[in-house]
């Protein structure tokens, strides 16, 4: 039985649970059983797909962890971080890193700062220098420890300069105006912006294109994706961002981890198709049992 | 160096100067003239009016102003009109926000369309003034269960308890209608996620109304109209729900004067116009050039 | 050891939030955490505050390239929480009118408010409006019909640009009822809500897949690349 049976089994089983206990309290007019009090089953539906998604993950990293090779395909964006620290090397310029403008609650700053990680390697391999100027004093935290650890882990520790990761403003306007004077005023070879960012996306990318660095850019805000797309060079776009970490590193663990991702979404894609199919055929055929099918793709996504 | 080449390596500086006058030229002679574009309303504009209509007088509304100055440019005429139909409906007003840099447009806002347009409306028990609360979507998760432990105070430090309106307000769910005008976040997806989607088909369901910015709009328009009820992208929807707004104002009062200051988003559109226009235009310069120049490197070719 | 401790904070963090959003007895645990978070968040404003100050007084005693604007930004940064610290202009309020200091530090009058409306506004409002010169000027050079998929984009762009403005009413609105949907404005909504809307809702699905499975790797430890130097 696979893992996405298994999660429509227990959807299945938790709704009609929770659809008895329901009916058994309005009846009887009890105080809600144990179970009840307890779970969520509002809730249940997503607490499956929880179940299902890290089932998946887990699975593909412990078979990656076995030997399982896992092939990624190439994303240029990332195939271009060492060409691009190799070019600010050779200019003797710097390399601006941006980490998006939110705090560490939010998982693509965290993505953003793994991928810093990986591209300190490369910098304290090329001896060349990297820039953070933050939004949020904990990313600044954050970025100084991990650049410190990238430095240590190739044993350049002398290099590292702690003082060029550091806090700007948390006001989004004030932080890209900073930035974009920092552009213009020391011209960096290349430009990183990974994290998440809103209405700055372009003028940072646009200033950095008038300087005539090279870009590479990576945000899941979905509507700042187009600017970044017409302005850099490079764009990892949504889940690629969540990617690079995995694509750098090449560890098992990160690989297994990007395959779970994919099963789970030819997942959710293939339960979307069924659904979809289901309620038109219903709609077209007017058969009930597609209609009981339609239902129980509404209860499975929730709605 | 040929023409064409020159013409692409334009210096951006006259792009940027047109682009100063196509918004410049419009603004001024709006400014004379005072005329604006008639408005025809979208789907989703006419679904956040329709909400606000169909509520009784007296319903309880709540205003999040989620944004900052900076996009106030986008979202403030569409607060203005919104709390001009819900005082013009007789409901009842909480404002909120998310964002600490808002207040102070909140508290314009209240000045501007209640102090100043409905005297008549009493401060406690008309509206309320509830101010920011830092924690982002965590206020959001609290307000769900227990919207007092957030708001304990108002914007001038009253405890809620002595405001008579806060009286009926436990949860979010209590109130008829929430409305939030959005730059970002925390902002509507916040709201849609933590407030919206956990009611949805339950006897609570909330009736969520939303303003966003335009960049924002392609990504909230998959929630409407399920999770939202209806939404204002960008400052062409708030041209039409303003033209809406003022159309009901002057039907139910047509003596009802229509200042400047309530057809904000209407004198913006021109600029708009404008600005797409010269958009329009560069784009197709840019092309002309583009295959100008390929057409001469395949004639050149031997 | 450190590292070690983080992780297992990072695991304790994460696994009540997703605890308390089930189970209903641990639900205000979920919120505690995301306080700690918030009170994190406003220790950590003292030490930004301390490296602004640390960076701008270093840039001005070695006089390095652009030390003049450190200047404005010390004096910008030490006037601004001067005057709200300090709530200079602010009135007390009607409930304690005996009580200094009882007003909101941005009343409408007081010093901090007019640094508010007179200079952070419209420097902010300046800033966001730079993006419709930017946009105009990314239009001019990227928007170029290289291919069979630029060009469906330039015809998209063309049809929103046109439609959500009153030019898209003076091109089409004279088409008759029956063909309504061809006009500009509707096609724009179209765009929008259709073809937009779905483009938009399977990166939602992929981006959702992809916060999911990072959380969970950096919850159970298995990616620690954030605290640097990989596994």
Known sequence: MTPALCGLMVAGLLDDAAASAGKVAAIANTPPGFLERTFDFDKSALFCWLVVISALVLWNIARARRGMKVTVRHIAGLDAVEEAVGRATEMGRPILFVPGIQDMDNVQTIAGLTVLARVGKTTAEYDAQIEVPTARSLVMTAAREALQASYMSVGRTDSYNPELVYYVTDEQFGYTAYVSGLMVRKKPATCFYLGQFFAESLILAETGNAIGAIQIAGTAESSQLPFFVAACDYTLIGEELFAASAYLSGEPDQMGGLRGQDFCKALVGGVLVVAVAAATLAAITGSAALDSATGFFRMLVGA | ?302 | ?231
């Open chain 2, 1 to 302: 160096m040929s023409f064409l080449e020159r013409l692409d390596r334009i210096d951006r500086r006259w792009i940027f100067l047109s682009m100063g006058l196509a918004v410049a030229v419009p603004i001024i002679v709006i400014g004379i003239t005072g005329k604006t574009f008639p408005e025809v309303a979208t789907p989703t504009t006419r679904g956040a009016f329709d909400a606000i209509q169909s509520l009784p007088a007296g319903s309880r509304i709540l205003l999040s102003f989620d944004f900052d100055p900076a996009s106030a440019g986008e979202l403030q005429p569409m607060a203005t009109a919104f709390v001009r139909h819900a005082a013009a409906r007789d409901l009842d007003i909480y404002c909120m926000t998310l964002w600490a840099p808002a207040p102070p447009l909140l508290d314009e806002t209240i000045r501007k369309v209640i102090v100043a347009g409905h005297p008549d409306l009493v401060y406690g028990k008309d509206y309320v003034n509830l101010g920011f609360q830092a924690g982002n979507e965590s206020v959001l998760k609290v307000i769900c269960t227990d919207f007092r432990q957030s708001f304990s105070k108002d914007y001038r430090g009253t405890p809620v308890d002595q405001i008579p309106m806060m009286a009926p307000i436990k949860s979010a769910s209590d109130f008829d209608c929430i409305v939030t005008m959005s730059a970002g976040y925390p902002g509507c997806k916040e709201w849609v996620q933590y407030i919206a989607t956990p009611a949805l088909g339950s006897d609570d369901e909330i009736l969520l109304v939303s303003g966003v910015t335009g960049v924002q709009a392609p990504q909230m328009v998959p929630y409407w109209p399920r999770q939202m009820r209806g939404m204002l992208g960008a400052i062409k929807g708030a041209a039409e729900y303003e033209s809406l707004v003022n159309e009901f104002i002057k039907g139910s009062n047509p003596a009802a004067d229509i200042g400047p200051q309530f057809m904000e988003a209407q004198r913006r559109m021109a600029p708009q116009l404008f600005g797409h226009l010269l958009m329009v235009g560069l784009i197709i310069l840019g092309n002309c050039i583009h295959f100008g120049r390929r057409r001469a490197l395949a004639g050149g070719a031997p």
């Open chain 3, 1 to 231: 050891m450190t590292r070690k401790f983080a992780m297992l904070l990072t695991f304790l963090a994460g696994a009540t939030m997703v605890v308390s959003y089930f189970i209903r007895p641990t639900q205000s645990w979920g919120e505690d955490v995301a306080e700690w978070f918030n009170v994190l968040a406003a220790i950590a404003f003292v030490l930004g505050a301390a490296n602004l100050a640390k960076v701008h007084l270093e840039r001005l005693s070695s006089r390095s390239a652009g030390w003049g604007y450190s200047v404005i930004v010390l004096l910008a940064f030490g006037a601004t929480m001067l005057v709200g610290l300090l709530k200079v202009g602010v009135h007390p309020q009607e409930l304690a009118p005996t009580v200094a200091f009882s007003g909101e530090k941005d009343a409408s009058g007081s010093a901090f408010w007019w640094a508010y409306s007179y200079a952070m506004s419209p420097i902010t409002s300046t800033m966001f409006a730079l993006l419709a010169f930017f946009v105009a000027s990314a239009a001019f050079r990227a928007f170029r019909a290289k291919n069979t998929e630029a060009a469906l984009l330039l015809v998209t762009a063309f049809v929103v640009l046109l439609g959500r403005t009153f030019a898209g009413v003076v091109l089409t609105g004279w088409m008759p009822e029956s063909l309504s949907f061809l006009r500009l404005e509707n096609l724009a909504t179209t765009i929008l809500e259709v073809f937009a809307s779905a483009g938009n809702r399977a990166i939602l699905i992929g981006i959702a897949i992809g916060v999911a499975a990072t959380s969970l790797k950096i919850m159970l430890g298995i990616d620690r690349s954030y605290l640097g130097g990989g596994s």
